[in-house]
């Protein structure tokens, strides 16, 4: 049995567009992490990198605990895999938020 389902013109083009944008933000993220193995370590600039986000909230999150950290002379490296993992559970939430 087959279903037909009618929606508007604009509609439709919003939809397309929203697919167009996540297709181009999952390949930027995909260009980001391609290079990293698991357990690789990252600069607080890698890190910033990877996750899209500024120098005070990556400190915010390892001082949280919600990424893990080493503190190497002055400055502190972090996980690959601690990142990518972050990376995936903000990916979830947002799509069941949706």
């Known amino acids: 049995m087959s279903e037909f389902i009618q929606i ?4 439709l083009e ?3 567009n929203r697919t ?6 999952i390949t930027v ?9 698991p ?6 600039e ?4 990877l ?3 500024s120098p005070s909230k990556a400190r915010s ?14 400055s502190y490296l972090f996980l690959a895999n601690d990142a990518f993992n972050l990376m995936e559970r903000v990916e979830a939430a947002s799509c069941n938020g949706q």
């Open 51 to 53: 996750l899209n986000i």
């Open 61 to 74: 999150l390892k001082k949280s605990g919600r990424i893990g950290f080493v503190k190497s002379g002055k």
């Open 29 to 37: 993220l995909y260009e980001r992490v391609r290079n990293k193995e």
């Open 8 to 11: 508007e013109r604009s509609v």
């Open 46 to 49: 890698q890190l910033c990198d």
């Open 39 to 44: 357990n690789d370590w990252l600069t607080l």
């Open 20 to 25: 167009a944008y996540l297709r181009k933000v």
């Open 14 to 16: 919003e939809i397309l």
